[in-house]
């Protein structure tokens, strides 16, 4: 485990910002953590491995029957916090004592200081989505409006990660759509450059683009414009963006009527349009604050195990926008650590943090978050909980917020539950079976015979169930034999759960089916039938019959085809299910030939492994772009040094660098 060890532990103390952090621990935990796995010790002593249990900070990561991470958690004092878990179960919750009965083993990461511990707890949470954490469901990312101030002639771009570059940064956003709309409107408003030309370096060296000939760009690209003029037009796109709107609507208001009373009244309409454009721009940005601060105020109502988490975002004292969050959590967890726990995982990578965050409620440990958020914004970050006057009613009117869509979201969950029932109970009678809840489909994808690959769906009551789909890589068939590799699938999926039940462990694998649902017909649901005869078990199998146009027109139970009204609720959820399995099989098998298209083209490259692959496709995106690159920007890519940029280039262009 020392790979690990040492990984975890230069993590946390070298790196000081927070997207450094982030961005380094995905590839290489996966790695750490596939070798971690070959050197697991299956007879792990818990009271004997209790006993040696520094008294230092840290993170621990307890391991479930599959060595999965199922919980993460930081202690100031890793030997008292983790012996708690194994200790009188007086006072815990039953998540908790559930997470315990399921502990195999657990690792633990020594640090320095309670604020390390923090941010590698945070980043490990946000890595592995451990079972038995609280866990925020959604993983947003928010658009900025960008005016890179470094170029001699600034652009104006939409973004969606900031960078500590000299670049003006605005936002966040919560509409890629408003973005859009208002870069469009600066560009016709100001005549700001769209082309990625490197200027003043470039300037000449190609005719002006489409955009200066309709009057949206001033071509500084051909040295019309000097570097003087156009940033003032680039610090009236500032000023806009800033919310200081009226200079411009004058402007525009002057041409509107100069054109109208020359009669030229198409030219009239463009400037109307535009002044229409700021009207609902500046309608989505208003005031409610009493200053200019930056903050976001957080409300979150819960109920159950379930709760909803509502954020403003003011910036410069307007509301740019406001966007909500689901989270699960245990109903006996305290409504301050949930706000807690909310606040770590939403700026954990979050690209901007506001000068103060305002909550309902004080919050345990909020010395160390602000000293956090602090050093990863680089200067003082705020934690205020409101209790008087406009600022608590504006935390009230976010808490009233989460609250309204809990409940418009509860009702929509109840509806849905009343027609997943209804399409359950359809089948049910139609197949007369009885209590059906979870049902699996299989599908197999091929390109003629090339990388067959199986996929297991699950629905669950009527919804899927994400985290217990299946993939299969089919071994022992070659060319493009589907009822073969269905059997490989069938045998593999239940011998596999059928071991782990021998074994008292718990999965996805170890719950077996109400109902299997073939894709296919009588083939397929005989494949189904005699894989599971000779394993020694009982599960309904039916198959779907098609027509002539590849339709389901009927099931196939029992040896018999059973017709269905193909307006029925029932018929609907076996068309969901069906589509969901064909979906998953065939994005399973492009991903396949997609990492063999990347292997055939960078793998025979002299000092090109897997990790280099990986990074390069990461900052490229696809090997077009790799070809393109020049040995200075192969050589920027994370783990690639210049030797290694100096063959990728050579193999592509054929030629020394």
């Not at 179960?89 to 559930?98: E, P």
């Not at 004292?317 to 966007?323: M, N």
């Not at 000092?607 to 790799?626: N, P, S, T, V, W």
Request: aromatic share 8%.
């Amino acid at each position: 485990m020392t790979k690990l060890h040492q990984l975890l532990y230069n993590v946390g103390m070298k790196e000081q910002e927070e997207n450094k952090i982030t961005s380094s621990l995905s590839d290489e935990l996966t790695d750490a953590w596939d070798e971690a796995k070959e050197l697991t010790d299956t007879s792990f002593n818990i009271p004997e491995e209790l006993k040696k249990l520094p008294k230092k900070p840290g993170v621990y990561l307890m391991h479930g029957p599959r060595d999965e991470v199922i919980y993460v958690g930081k202690a100031v004092n890793l030997r008292n916090r983790v012996r708690q878990y194994f200790q009188s179960s007086r006072g815990k919750s039953a998540k908790i004592l559930r997470m315990v009965s399921f502990i195999h083993r657990f690792e633990y990461v020594v640090v320095d200081s309670e604020l390390e511990a923090l941010v590698l707890e945070n980043n490990l949470i946000k890595e592995y989505k451990p079972k038995y954490n609280t866990l925020l469901k959604d993983d947003k990312t928010y658009p900025y409006i960008k005016v890179s101030m470094g170029e001699s002639f600034p652009r104006i771009m939409s973004v969606r990660r900031i960078k500590k570059d000299k670049g003006r940064y605005f936002g966040p956003y919560t509409s890629g759509l408003a973005v859009n709309n208002t870069i469009e409107l600066l560009h016709k408003l100001f005549r700001i450059r769209t082309c990625s030309r490197v200027l003043p370096r470039d300037i000449g060296k190609e005719r002006p683009c489409l955009y200066y000939h309709i009057g949206q760009c001033m071509a500084p690209c051909n040295g019309l414009v000097s570097e003087e003029e156009y940033r003032q037009q680039v610090s009236k796109a500032l000023d806009f963006l800033s919310g200081r709107y009226d200079e411009v609507k004058r402007y525009l208001t002057e041409r509107m009527n100069t054109f109208s009373e020359a009669m030229e009244f198409e030219k009239a309409a463009e400037y109307r349009d535009l002044l229409r454009s700021i009207d609902e721009i500046s309608e989505r940005q208003k005031v409610s604050s009493l200053d200019t601060d930056d903050r976001d105020i957080i409300g979150i109502y819960k109920q159950g195990s379930e709760a909803i988490a509502q954020v403003f975002f003011i910036r410069d004292g307007r509301l740019i926008g406001r966007e909500h969050f689901h989270i699960d959590t245990d109903e006996r967890e305290r409504m301050q650590d949930t706000v807690g726990s909310f606040v770590k995982q939403f700026y954990t990578g979050t690209p901007y943090i506001p000068k103060e965050i305002w909550l309902q409620t004080e919050i345990s440990e909020e010395e160390l978050l602000c000293e956090w958020l602090s050093a990863t914004k680089g200067r003082k970050v705020r934690i205020l909980t409101p209790k008087k006057g406009q600022k608590e009613k504006l935390v009230e009117m976010a808490i009233n917020n989460a609250r309204s869509i809990f409940e418009r979201d509860a009702d929509k969950i109840k509806r849905e539950e009343l027609r997943t029932r209804s399409a359950l109970d359809e089948l049910s009678g139609l197949l007369g079976l009885s209590g059906i809840s979870r049902v699996e489909s299989y599908d197999i994808s091929n390109t003629q015979g090339f990388q067959s690959v199986g996929s297991m769906v699950v629905f669950v009551d009527g919804r899927p169930k994400n985290n217990d789909y299946r993939k299969f890589r089919i071994r022992s068939v070659t060319g493009p034999n589907d009822y073969a590799s269905m059997e490989e699938v069938l045998m593999r999926r239940f011998s596999h759960g059928l071991s782990e039940r021998k074994d008292h462990r718990e999965s996805s694998f170890t719950a077996f089916p109400d109902l299997i649902l073939m894709d296919g017909g009588k083939g397929q649901v005989n494949i189904a039938l005699s894989v599971l005869s000779r394993l020694g078990l009982s599960i309904p199998v039916c198959g779907m019959v098609k027509d002539d146009r590849h339709r389901t027109r009927g099931l196939y139970f029992q040896n018999e085809e059973l017709p269905i009204d193909t307006h029925s609720e029932a018929f609907r959820l076996i068309t969901r299910i069906q589509d969901e399995t064909h979906r998953f099989a065939i994005e399973f098998h492009k991903s396949l030939r997609s990492k063999a298209s990347v292997h055939s083209v960078l793998d025979d490259i002299d000092g090109i492994g897997q990790k280099r692959r990986r990074e390069l496709m990461r900052y490229f995106k696809d090997a077009a772009a790799i070809k393109e690159a020049s040995v200075d920007e192969l050589a920027s890519v994370p783990s690639m040094d210049r030797r290694a940029a100096q063959n990728v280039y050579a193999f592509f262009h054929g030629k020394d660098c």
